[in-house]
């Protein structure tokens, strides 16, 4: 039985270059509720309480999360991990090398920033203003972000904030920028994760540079496997879309990208009610982006996107067939009008009656805080169902694969990128998706910012 040492040198070099390193991937499994304990003490008049971690270092699933926090303060091979958004790929955000390591992992344009996850207030006001003496006096949190610190964190809202001339931040983080990103996690996983590595963590999606993001560590796995060494399977994600990224340090302030919290809700807050929106649908051309998702194409499957706008006409069973290929297989995304008739070839996707229709735009009230956090810790989310159904045609028989999100924007965000994964996954030759109506709200914004950026099709209402 011969070793790997005993095979030909250019064999060795073929599989180097072909594979780029490749890694063994290991998923490691972690049931929060195992972990450990969690809660909080309030900070006087901080902004936001502390949360207070104890992990129970004889169960695995804290074993697990202390060996990803390790493998953050030593590698420079990114981690990924849960958040209540997407999966990020973690590195520390202070070492370059490890920096350049998520770079290379998704195969991400260097010019596209990225955004640094922190555990707490005071772990980010050291990054602000390295030697921070931990007075709230001295605040260096530019005064316009603290009612949004006070009502959003931990949660699904980036803020752009100056970056220090003697920053502790590596350069490949802000791609060049004179800001960077920053956000405190609303995922406890994640904020154990990053409090155990006593490191800022720079995190962009963990996936695959211009695929859909991934809301399950088997998305991860798909599109990064041998890439990295180690994914936490925490579970689903909650929200489903990436967070929304303001800049507060413009005047009037700006949305730049539009995410997990509605700009309906930052009009809410002092300073904040002439916020205005700063991003396109479509990518931007040129120039280096001051946010993530700005300029670059993403959230994109393999098979071809057909994306049909709220109101528009419906999809006919001739075109479905015009969008089958080799495969004959068709996916197809049903939001919140479209039913679908197997039985009816020729038009088998009809709209639901306005009585069948309630409007739900997914807004819901969150307590604030880390404590608010812990009181949702134990909420579960039912996974995709996927029906097969088969429709006469003259090639043969059409294969369709449905999946109904239903007709709530917050069950649509959550569910929409691992949809279109799922129907990649299953060989389909198109996707054909029913947007939604961006002005029920700014999630729903969100999700047809995504939409739009994923699809090669568009039919206009």
């Known amino acids: 039985m011969s070793s790997a040492s005993e095979e030909p040198a250019n064999k060795k070099r073929k599989m180097s270059s072909s594979s780029h390193e490749r890694r063994k991937t290991i ?166 994760l990053i409090s155990l590595s006593g490191r800022p963590i720079a995190a962009p999606s963990a996936n695959a540079s211009t695929k859909p993001s991934p809301t399950a560590a088997e998305h991860v796995a798909h599109d990064l496997d041998g890439k990295i060494d180690m994914i936490i399977d925490g579970g689903p994600c909650d929200v489903g879309v990436e967070s929304t990224v303001v800049d507060g340090l413009s005047s009037p302030p700006v949305v730049l990208r539009p995410g997990g919290l509605g700009i309906e809700e930052l009009r809410e807050c002092e300073g904040w009610k002439d916020v205005r929106v700063g991003y396109e649908d479509a990518a931007e051309k040129s120039g280096t982006p001051r946010a993530p998702g700005m300029k670059y194409r993403h959230y994109s499957p393999k098979a071809r996107v057909v994306l049909f706008e709220a109101g528009s006409r419906l999809p006919g069973g001739k075109e479905m067939t015009g969008h089958c290929q080799q495969h004959n297989r068709i996916g197809l995304i049903r939001t919140k009008t479209w039913e679908f008739n197997a039985s009816d070839e020729m038009t088998p996707i009809r709209r639901a009656a306005a009585q069948d229709m309630a409007h739900t735009n997914g807004h819901h009230e969150t307590s604030s805080g880390f404590a608010g956090m812990l009181q949702t810790l134990h909420k579960q989310h039912e996974r995709l169902v996927t029906t097969s159904h088969k429709i006469p045609t003259p090639a043969g028989d059409m294969a369709v694969l449905d999946i109904a999100l239903g007709r709530n924007v917050a069950d649509i965000a959550r569910g929409v990128f691992a949809a279109l994964r799922e129907l990649d996954l299953a060989g389909v030759d198109a996707i054909l998706v029913e947007g939604i109506d961006e002005s029920d709200s700014s999630v729903a914004a969100a999700v047809m910012n995504r939409l739009r950026k994923a699809a090669e099709v568009h039919v206009g209402s």
């Open 27 to 192: 998923i490691l499994p972690v049931d929060v509720t195992k972990v450990g304990t969690f809660g909080t003490r309030p900070q006087g008049h901080d902004l936001l309480d502390n949360l207070e971690i104890s992990l129970d270092a004889n169960t695995y699933d804290a074993q697990h999360v202390i060996a990803a926090a390790v493998q953050l303060r030593i590698s420079d091979v990114p981690v990924a991990f849960p958040t209540e958004t997407v999966y990020g790929l973690g590195a520390d955000a202070t070492r370059s090398e490890a920096v350049k390591g998520i770079y290379k992992a998704k195969g991400r344009p260097s010019d596209n920033p990225l955004i640094v996850h922190f555990a707490s207030l005071q772990q980010l006001r050291e990054v602000l203003q390295p030697g921070y003496s931990g007075s709230v006096d001295s605040d260096p949190v530019p005064a316009i972000y603290r009612p949004l610190i006070r009502k959003f964190w931990p949660g699904p809202l980036t803020i752009i904030l100056p970056n220090a001339s003697d920053s502790p931040l590596a350069p490949e983080v802000t791609a060049g920028l004179s800001t960077f990103g920053a956000r405190i996690p609303r995922h406890p996983l994640a904020l154990a």
